[in-house]
């Protein structure tokens, strides 16, 4: 298969998936016409069975057995399956192909849909307390019903972006809120993103999003076998892309991604392999610094801010959700490198979104407990849940009582906390001042306020 052949079939089998059985058949369906070994197919049954993470290894390698017509002759014999891949595969060749080199990055129509993207992101999770309102949800129903009706054309393209933007943000806030994460990578706004993608100016960057985002809610919610599949199409699909915030944020992704299988691989004693993967975290934190090196400079430092967030929670040891790594390695180097990261991210406090500065803070607990110091810890935990407690993050609440629960309840003053040092080797952190370490309380905007901005999109959108 060609390179949008094997795209085809890839999105073809994430859609098996939500039904074990077809999946089977298919599987069933290669082996008896030798696309893949009788060991393969036993050992993708058996998991399916015992409900596992399937080998994506024999996934990947299919389409390097068996061109697009051998696999739609081989589905005849299931009309269900064959129908399926073959609706996808002429969607997917009934326009010309760009080359993937020359795709842009912000889509065809980013001169309004992107500025749609920003603002209304940007609004919502600065809000920190938001969740899926229900203007969000009008507005959600209302683009659904317009696609479902409106002719193919550059319009439904662009009303299609919108609705995929507000999947995507719905994803996002799901993700942040919840206090269940155990079920998010089976929630309902992951098939309608996955469904609605092909219908976007940009499939291709649809996709990538879409695999991120689900990647992500796999990884909170434990499931580690979708974790390092989606991590893989996410590189794979990176790599048409030389620019552009989203790419970004994906490659963010896959760090959130790996940090939680690192996280795994800790607890199950396996630290051979989890040093590989806290080499591979750090090497795309790098890449990330260096990906957003040529924005304007409030994007850059924006992402500076969250991609040393992750980097201080890959050497201190904490996962995505906050908790302690059992069984993490963390060395002097370490903790020196989390140190000069606080540091840093100290330099770019302003404008430090609710979220990060929750991070922030649990970030100063853990060093200032591996260095001693437990009744500033307390503080700096004492802090993170009330800006927890703030921002309506609700895992993050439930791990941070905990931390707080063997302890005594009292907390150091908040002037103490913001006054005191944390010890490094670096003299310049000695000339550290009370002023320095504060950090500001975040202004929330009004969710009113992003009415315009929709009323202005259904004018352009002719809706």
């Given at each position: ?119 209304l ?10 969740e ?6 009008r ?22 972006d ?20 155990s ?97 591979q ?13 040529q924005?304007e400079r ?5 992402w ?48 430090m ?107 352009k959108?002719?809706?």
């Amino acid at each position: 298969m060609n390179e949008e052949e094997t795209r085809s079939f890839f999105e073809c089998y994430l859609r098996l998936q939500r039904h074990p059985r077809r999946l089977r058949d298919f599987i069933e369906i290669l082996h008896l016409n030798s696309v893949i070994t009788y060991e393969d197919c036993l050992s993708i049954i058996k998991s399916i069975k015992r409900n596992e993470p399937v080998n994506h290894e024999i996934i990947q390698s299919i389409p390097n057995k068996c061109r697009k017509d051998k696999l739609l002759h081989c589905l005849k014999i299931n009309p269900k399956l064959y129908t399926s891949f073959k609706n996808i595969f002429c969607k997917t060749h009934s326009a010309t192909v760009k080359t993937p080199q020359l795709i842009c990055a912000n889509g065809t129509n980013d001169s309004y849909i992107n500025n749609f993207y920003e603002m209304l992101k940007t609004k919502a999770l600065r809000s920190g307390r938001l969740e899926w309102n229900a203007d969000f949800k009008r507005w959600a129903d209302h683009l659904s019903s317009v696609l479902q009706t409106m002719p193919h054309g550059t319009e439904k393209r662009n009303v299609a972006d919108c609705f995929f933007v507000l999947l995507d943000l719905q994803a996002v806030l799901e993700k942040r809120h919840e206090a269940d994460k155990s079920h998010l990578w089976i929630r309902p706004v992951f098939q309608t993103m996955e469904e609605i993608l092909c219908e976007t100016s940009n499939p291709s960057l649809s996709r990538l999003i879409f695999q991120s985002r689900k990647g992500t809610a796999c990884a909170q919610s434990h499931q580690f076998g979708e974790v390092l599949k989606y991590a893989s199409l996410v590189l794979g699909d990176i790599a048409m892309f030389s620019s552009g915030k989203q790419i970004g944020s994906c490659i963010f992704a896959v760090v959130n991604m790996y940090l939680q299988y690192y996280s795994s691989l800790c607890r199950q004693s396996r630290i051979v392999e989890a040093l590989g993967y806290k080499k591979q975290i750090l090497h795309w934190v790098e890449i990330g610094f260096s990906h957003f090196s040529q924005e304007e400079r409030d994007i850059q430092l924006n992402w500076r801010r969250v991609y040393l967030d992750k980097k201080v929670y890959c050497h201190l040891g904490i996962d995505i959700l906050s908790r302690d790594i059992p069984g993490a390695c963390i060395t002097d180097t370490d903790i020196s490198e989390a140190n000069r990261c606080i540091s840093e991210m100290l330099q770019l406090k302003d404008g430090m979104e609710k979220l990060r500065l929750l991070h922030h803070f649990v970030a100063y607990a853990k060093v200032s407990r591996l260095e001693g110091s437990l009744e500033v810890a307390k503080g700096y935990w004492k802090e993170a849940l009330n800006v927890a407690e703030q921002g309506g993050f609700l895992s993050e609440v439930a791990v941070l009582k905990e931390h707080l629960s063997f302890t005594a309840s009292t907390a150091v003053p908040i002037e103490d906390i913001v006054s005191h040092r944390i010890p490094s080797q670096h003299d310049e952190r000695r000339s550290s001042t009370k002023e320095d370490r504060k950090i500001p309380q975040e202004n929330t905007e009004d969710f009113s306020q992003l009415e315009p901005i929709w009323t202005e999109m259904s004018k352009k959108l002719h809706i």
